[in-house]
Every structure is written in structure tokens, then in C-alpha cells.
């Protein structure tokens, strides 16, 4: 049995004077409040009729239970992303990837064995950030040329070279250290070195 | 929350996947997509099979519905475009007198109904028409004033209790007796539907 403040918050639901909360709940009630949804039907037609009748033609029945019963096999329209919004998302990522790729481009090697020419200027000419599920060693097999730099228990010094399999390999390639405790990123920079001066040669401790 | 704020969170729910509410947006403007439709298709029955393809399409487009115009706009260029396709179909070409759509809130079938709609059906629209302003008529001066301030000049609470100088709560009261009242009038006869 539908309440007479039930109603009366109906008719101010009809006039949009009901506050967001009232009008909430009353509109839940309706789904399942058959009565009621017949009053709400009956008073929007009272109101067409008192706008201008011939604006209304009044509906059987029928027809609200045909389009529920049409619609109950239909898949629920969700709400989709306009494009907009997800090429927006896409530029932020490119924006980030970029910002990320361009603080790491030119890394400086700060150990006293690799000062001078012999690192020249550390030239990053890509960058890959992981998860730390990824394990440093595993990203080595697959790198095995290229210095690590990571987020351990002990961050690689300065001119220090990360354990791989070709050693000699690595000892070619000055490395930086870069330990970020604050995030979760293994950050791997595959490093080429820019040749300094043609006249000057490479320290013996650096061959 | 306004009738608009209503009928959007109507529209949000059913993108949720709440059937209930895509069905109190249906009884709400389901009369006036009728008159629309009949505006376009002079067979009554055949014009209730039309708007129920206007409401499954609306719902199955809903989720591209982002609430920058009315639902109702919105529902209603779907409601002219399905009864012209319907037209094309059958091969009879449709009015050219189309309503603009910046009218459609204030759409009037206006005589064109009168001529379309079926015989039987224009007698129960100008006897629930009757019955209504009869019963406004008859409406204790206080409520037939609140009434009219709202339906018909579109005042909101907070100008009617100014115009009526009385309190908010008042008004809200006096406009709900006044529905109540036409209600048992015309209850009857939607009952005949």
C-alpha cells in the first residue's frame, strides 16, 4: 500500500522540487511499487492535458509493458567512453613515456674510474620501465651487453658493471647508478657511449 | 533535483543495467511520443507499434546518451526519425510539415492530430481533455491556482509560494491535493485503455 507522503513526495518528484537523497529513494520505490507507478504515469499525463491536450495522446497500458517486455532480452546499454576521453587518456601515456624517455636521456657516469673521456657522454637510446616482478637477471639474459641499473637491496655504484655474461662486455660500457627506493620500476637504460675527442684515448683501467 | 537531474539519473541507472528505470522513463513521456508518432501515422495500433520501436531503440542507444540535451529532445528526434523510416517502408512519404526540434518540448500536434488519429482514440483523448478541466474547474480556488502556476506557467515552488503568499510547504501540499483530485477523475477512463 503506497503511503500518502509517498505520494506527495511523488508530486514534488514531478515538479523537481525533491532533494538528490528523497528523490533517490523514491525512484527505487517506484522500480517496485506497481501503485505507485501508475500514479506517476497518471500525473505526467494530467500534466500533458494541462499544457496542451492535443500534445499527449494518452498510451494504453500496454504499451509501457510491451517496450519492458521487448527490452528484458536486450543487452544493458552501458555507458561507453566517448573517443574523446580515450584519446586523451593516450596522450597523457605518450606524454609520460616522452617526459620519462627525455630525463633519462643523457646520463652523466660520476665514478672517478670512468671520469674523463674515456665514458664520454652516456647516451640512453632506449629505456624500458618494468614491474619489479621481472627479475633484474632476467632482463640481463636478454640484454646481455647493456648495463642494468636497478632497484636492489644494494644499488649499483657509479661505474660499477651489473653481473652478466659477458663481462668484458659490460666493462666496455660505463654505468650509471639510478636507485628510486620510492617507486616500483626496475628501470633498464640500454647505454651506448658517443666517442669524446678522436685524440683522446681510452684509459687502460677502461679496456 | 530537477526534472532533468531526474531524468538523467533514470538514464544512469539504466546504464547500470536497471530495467525499472528505463520503464518510469517510458510511462513518463510515452503519451507525449504517441502524440508525436501520431502526427506522422494516422492508424492508432500501428502508431503503438512505432513507439515501441522508439523506446527499444532509445534503449539500445543509450549508452551513447551523455546528457547534453533533454532525454526528451533527444528521444524525440528518434521518435520522428522511426516514423518517417516507418513511412519510407511502406512506401507513403511522410508530412512535410515537420515540427523544428527546438519545439519539440513545446510540441502541439495541433490539428494534424485531430485529422490522424483514429476515431476512438480522439474520443477518449478529448474525454480525459474534458474530464481534466473539469476538474481543475472544480478545484477549490487555493489548489486550482497552485496547479495552474505549475503545469501550465511552469513556476517553480519558491515563485508560487511568492505569487500565493504562503510557505513552500503549502504550495507543495496544495499542488499534491490537486492531483490527487483530477487523478479520481480521469481514472476511469485510462482504465477503458
Known amino acids: ?207 | 533535483m530537477s526534472d532533468r537531474d531526474v531524468d538523467q539519473e533514470l538514464v544512469e541507472r539504466v546504464q547500470r543495467g536497471d530495467l525499472g528505470a528505463f520503464d518510469l522513463l517510458v510511462r513518463k513521456y510515452q503519451h507525449r511520443i504517441l502524440a508525436v508518432i501520431g502526427r506522422y501515422i494516422r492508424d492508432f495500433s500501428e502508431a503503438q507499434d512505432v513507439a515501441q520501436e522508439v523506446f527499444l531503440r532509445a534503449y539500445r542507444a543509450l549508452g551513447n546518451f551523455r546528457g547534453e540535451s533533454a532525454f526528451y529532445t533527444w528521444v524525440y528526434k528518434i521518435a520522428v526519425n522511426t516514423a518517417k523510416n516507418h513511412l519510407v517502408a511502406l512506401r507513403r512519404r511522410p508530412p512535410s510539415d515537420d515540427v523544428d526540434i527546438e519545439d519539440a518540448m513545446h510540441f502541439s500536434a495541433d490539428s494534424q492530430l485531430k485529422d490522424r488519429a483514429t476515431p476512438e482514440n480522439e474520443l477518449l483523448r478529448q474525454e480525459i481533455e474534458r474530464n481534466v478541466t473539469a476538474a481543475v474547474d472544480d478545484l477549490p480556488e487555493e489548489l486550482r491556482m497552485a496547479i495552474t502556476l505549475r503545469e501550465v506557467e511552469g513556476l517553480s515552488y519558491e515563485e508560487i509560494a511568492e505569487a500565493m503568499d504562503c510557505p513552500i510547504g503549502t504550495v507543495r501540499s496544495r499542488i499534491f491535493r490537486a492531483r490527487e483530485a483530477i487523478e479520481r477523475r480521469i481514472r476511469p477512463l485510462l482504465s477503458e485503455t
Open chain 1, 1 to 207: 500500500m503506497t503511503s500518502s507522503s509517498h505520494r506527495e513526495d511523488l508530486s514534488a518528484l514531478i515538479d523537481g522540487a525533491l532533494g538528490r537523497s528523497e528523490s533517490a529513494f523514491l525512484l527505487r520505490r517506484l522500480e517496485h511499487d506497481a501503485e505507485l507507478r501508475e500514479t506517476y504515469a497518471c500525473w505526467h499525463l494530467i500534466g500533458d492535458c494541462l499544457r496542451g491536450s492535443r500534445s499527449m495522446m494518452p498510451a494504453p497500458h500496454a504499451l509501457a509493458e510491451r517496450v519492458r517486455a521487448a527490452i528484458a532480452t536486450e543487452a544493458v546499454p552501458r555507458r561507453r567512453l566517448p573517443l574523446q576521453v580515450g584519446l586523451r587518456w593516450a596522450a597523457g601515456f605518450a606524454t609520460a613515456a616522452v617526459v620519462a624517455a627525455s630525463a633519462f636521456w643523457y646520463v652523466q657516469p660520476g665514478a672517478p674510474g670512468a671520469s674523463g673521456t674515456d665514458a664520454g657522454q652516456l647516451v640512453a637510446g632506449e629505456s624500458e620501465v618494468t614491474r619489479s616482478g621481472v627479475r633484474a637477471d632476467d632482463l640481463r639474459r636478454q640484454l646481455p651487453l647493456l648495463p642494468v641499473s636497478s632497484r636492489s637491496s644494494r644499488p649499483v655504484g657509479a661505474g660499477e658493471f651489473a653481473p652478466t655474461p659477458d663481462p668484458e662486455a659490460w666493462q666496455k660500457a660505463p654505468v650509471t647508478s639510478l636507485h628510486y627506493p620510492s617507486t616500483q620500476y626496475i628501470i633498464v637504460l640500454p647505454a651506448t657511449v658517443r666517442p669524446a675527442a678522436p685524440a683522446q684515448e681510452r684509459p687502460a683501467s677502461a679496456q
